[in-house]
Nanobody, 123 residues
Framework: VQLQASGGGLVQAGGSLRVSCAASGRTVSTQVMGWFRQAPGKEREFVASISKAGGTTLYADSAKGRFTISRDNAKNTVYLQMNNLKPEDTAVYYC?????????????????WGQGTLVTVSS
């Protein structure tokens, strides 16, 4: 599976941004998908995960109520809609895919990773 993240950019605090992850090489419908992020000098952390059919989602506490993960299996694409962004959301956002059968926040469960897209939130 090859994953290509896009949609990052510069946004003011309180603004919104949607990042996308396009998959190729294998249909995304067979994978649980996740978003992670890594801020400068920090470890990569879990943001959100979505089940194969999209019926189950899991969020980090920092993302609950502000971020929404979704997927369009017909387009082989997963999205992360981010609202009410804060400066502390500034990071490189990575999409990932796992053959693990359920949503998971465990980074080591993810088998495939995209290259990341930078989101910068200014105060």
């Amino acid at each position: 599976v090859q994953l290509q993240a896009s949609g990052g950019g510069l946004v003011q605090a309180g603004g919104s941004l949607r990042v996308s992850c396009a998959a190729s090489g294998r249909t995304v419908s067979t994978q649980v998908m996740g978003w992670f992020r890594q801020a400068p000098g920090k470890e990569r952390e879990f943001v959100a995960s979505i089940s194969k059919a999209g019926g189950t989602t899991l969020y980090a506490d920092s993302a609950k109520g502000r971020f929404t993960i979704s997927r369009d299996n017909a387009k082989n694409t997963v999205y992360l809609q981010m609202n009410n962004l804060k400066p502390e959301d500034t990071a490189v956002y990575y999409c990932a895919a796992t053959t693990w059968g359920i949503v998971t926040r465990n980074l080591v469960r993810y088998d495939y990773w995209g290259q990341g897209t930078l989101v910068t939130v200014s105060s």
